[in-house]
């Protein structure tokens, strides 16, 4: 099994903050982190090779210190990683950068399975999983909720959720898979991981190492462009309802009427 | 269909390894491509390093050059699952009709499934000009790979200019292939769209920063430009039955009716009231419920007020309740009319998944709690005697025991 997870690097949202007053991100001392979903993809493809044999190696597109977060992927068990980093991938959307992993996963050699998580925390887009199981031709089953794999190992049987309950899918390799937070529990990085991950090689690849056509990558190949931005003003937020128990509910009961809610 | 350069074709094979549907073979050192297993993906065209394989009809080149004023109408992707439109369809339909004829132009609905024909004229007294339908037993489940394959010929032939999808899990899934195979820009969970002032193009505005910054996106050199939109933020329109439209019969080539999953059963669960991200009220769960039996009392409130019942993870980790009601970072979005919270702390990961609701009530034991910063209404109590109160008081308002 040649198996790929592809993880991204994300500002952790616990130390991210905000200056309510000038609106911007103050960006001191905000940790990266590996997105949430991509250590379930992680524990996915481990488990996936656990049963069937291969390699997993991890691929992900970010500045030079995305490293960290192959590292953390290799202590956990990921066997190699891939940093594909450039400036010319910088203001990359997600159609661009489903070409570039495309690029960098083409490389590599043949693929049975990618995962991908639900969708990364610092977008919310959930675009990357399903566009690069288009650029890879790859059928793609997005927010896996459960996984097995299917008698002789031919392919896996998926739970894809959705909001009124879920579908059962079976899906033969190569496929492509999104997965959420409750498909498993991903494992704590073992020590020996952490020796091999901290000795290991992690080669850095360039628009030029992967291929890729300059219009295509980075900002020049994103359809996608920012606009404006603002900050969103939450009018007089914050009222306290004081009184006792009985108090504070009459009070609420009373706002909601006036709201038209009740 | 694929067309192969046999000028440029060296045989390297390439292609025949990325075919996933194994249509091509190398024969004399060219490579020959099965028009009956193909199912036109483009993964061959991507890979071939000779540039010798094109996807004919496939006439979409990528950012600049593009010729945007072929491009005219609004599209509305309709949802229909499980016997019923996903209500975002109807929410699309007000808004596609707002930019239609800001725009003077066309608004089509998309309806795709088995046995949904009949459905087409209740997306005409939404708002719809024109409904386009798709109409095979083949699409009695949703396959993504096929959904995506059909919406992107009929755009590839019909171009227009922009295409809207509800941010559902389905709509999530097939539309960034879409937008991929199409090669445009896609816009992940919009809240408002607008025309630009001057020209032609669609202004998008999203959520990023988990709702600390509002962006508004465009996508001004290619077409059409796409977006999902948040189910809940627009209005859909009363219904007019005396709406006049027309409806198109679709047949989708066989070739593009191939898939490579196989959906075995959909289940639904039962679920009491309406599902969490389209319900008005959520009704919320955190760890100072304290145990497992006062969650019948939020279960109990959520039903009076016809609401959807939600949780922080510290409540779906005990399981006090399923994995599918945690609102947050690594659970659903919601942006209902009225949220309440009971004994949640605020912790940043719940706070991205609930800050878009109109009204947010926290009621929290520890007046430093962090999710009174976002509250509109405040009140420092225990859970134990606030939420008993609350039930009788509002199942008596209501009438609703
Ligand atoms: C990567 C990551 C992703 C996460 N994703 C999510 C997510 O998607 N959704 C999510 O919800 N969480 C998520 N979390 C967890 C999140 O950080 C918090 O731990 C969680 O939201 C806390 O839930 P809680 O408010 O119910 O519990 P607590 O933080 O334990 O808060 C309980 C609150 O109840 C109050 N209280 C206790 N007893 C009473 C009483 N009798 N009456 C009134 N008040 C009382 C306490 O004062 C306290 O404020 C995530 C965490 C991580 C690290
Ligand atoms: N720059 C990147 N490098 C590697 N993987 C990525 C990158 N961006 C997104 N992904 C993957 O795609 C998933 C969804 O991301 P998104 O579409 O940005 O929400 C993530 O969970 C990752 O698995």
């Known amino acids: ?262 | 269909m694929v067309v192969v350069d046999l000028e440029k074709c060296v045989g390297c094979g390439e292609c025949e390894d990325v075919c996933t549907f194994g249509a091509i073979s190398i024969v004399d050192e060219k490579a020959v491509v099965d028009p009956d297993t193909c199912t036109l993906c483009g993964a061959c065209e991507e890979a071939c390093p000779e540039g010798a394989i094109e996807i004919e009809g496939e006439d979409i080149s990528p950012a600049g050059g593009m010729d945007l004023d072929a491009w005219r109408g609004v599209w509305v992707v309709a949802e229909f699952r499980h016997d019923r439109f996903a209500p975002v369809t109807f929410e699309l339909l007000g808004k596609g009709r707002q930019l239609a004829d800001d725009l003077e132009t066309d608004l089509t609905a998309v309806l795709m499934g088995s046995g949904v024909g009949e459905y087409a004229e209740s997306l005409i007294e939404r708002g719809a000009d024109k409904v386009l339908v798709v109409d095979s037993p083949r699409l009695e489940q949703f396959l993504d790979d096929v959904y995506a394959r059909i919406l992107a010929d009929m755009a590839q032939k019909e171009k227009p200019e922009i295409i809207l999808a509800g941010a559902t899990a389905m709509g999530r899934a097939f539309i960034p292939q879409v937008a991929t195979i199409l090669e445009t820009g896609l816009t992940a969970d919009c809240t408002g769209l607008e025309i630009a002032p001057e020209g032609r193009d669609l202004l998008q505005t999203r959520p990023a920063f988990g709702g600390n910054l509002m962006a508004t996106i465009i996508c001004d050199s290619t077409r059409p430009q796409m977006a999902t939109v948040r189910p809940h933020v627009l209005k859909a329109m009363e219904p007019d039955a005396s709406r006049q439209g027309e409806v198109i019969k679709i047949d989708p080539h066989e070739d593009l009716l191939k898939s490579n999953i196989k959906v075995l059963e959909s289940v639904m669960e039962e679920a009491e009231g309406p599902m969490l991200t389209e319900a008005e009220v959520v009704i919320t769960a955190g760890r100072g419920v304290e145990n497992p039996k006062n969650i019948a009392l939020i279960e109990k409130l959520a039903h009076c007020m016809e609401g959807g019942v939600g949780a922080t993870r510290a409540v779906t980790d005990a399981e006090w309740l399923p994995g599918r009601c945690q609102i947050g970072q690594t659970g659903v979005t919601v942006s209902p009319k009225l949220y309440m919270g009971f004994g949640v702390s605020g912790a940043i990961q719940h706070l991205v998944g609930m800050q878009g609701s109109e009204i947010i009530v926290a009621v929290n034991k520890d007046p430093d709690a962090p999710v009174f910063d976002v509250a509109t209404y405040g009140i420092v109590g225990d859970v134990k005697d606030i939420l008993p109160l609350l039930v009788r008081r509002i199942c008596q308002e209501r009438g609703n025991d």
Not at chain 1, 5 to 17: E, F, G, L, N
Not at chain 1, 55 to 61: I, N, P, R, W
Not at chain 1, 155 to 183: I, W
Not at chain 1, 223 to 230: G, I, L
């Open chain 1, 1 to 262: 099994m040649d198996i790929v997870v592809c993880i991204k690097q994300v500002p952790d949202a616990a130390s991210v903050k905000w200056d309510h007053k000038t609106g911007t991100l103050i960006r001191d001392g905000v940790q990266s982190v590996i997105n949430p979903f991509d250590y379930n993809a992680i524990e996915a493809a481990l488990s996936l090779r656990d049963e069937l044999g291969g390699k997993v190696t991890a691929v992900t597109m970010g500045p030079p210190q995305a490293q960290d977060a192959i590292r953390e992927a290799m202590s956990m068990g990921v066997d190699h990683g891939v940093v594909i980093s450039d400036r010319a991938f910088a203001g990359a959307d997600t159609l661009a950068t489903t070409y570039t992993l495309s690029r960098a996963i083409r490389k590599l050699g043949s693929v049975d399975a990618v995962f991908c998580g639900k969708q990364a925390i610092d977008g919310d887009t959930a675009q990357v999983g399903p566009g690069l199981a288009v650029r890879l031709g790859l059928p793609c089953v997005t927010c896996v909720g459960e996984m097995e794999i299917m008698e002789g190992g031919a392919g896996l049987r998926v739970k894809r959720m959705c909001e009124q309950g879920y579908d059962v899918v079976e899906v033969g390799f190569p496929v492509l898979l999104t997965v959420l937070a409750s498909l498993n529990t991903p494992r704590v990085p073992s020590l020996k991981g952490k020796m091999r991950a901290r000795k290991a090689d992690i080669p850095l690849w360039s628009a030029e190492d992967i291929g890729a056509q300059k219009d295509k990558i980075g900002l020049a190949g994103s359809p996608t462009k920012v606009f404006s931005t603002h900050i969103p003003k939450f009018e007089a937020r914050r009222e306290m309802l004081p009184g006792t128990a009985e108090e504070q509910v009459d009070a609420l009961v009373d706002k909601l009427k006036e709201a038209g809610i009740i």
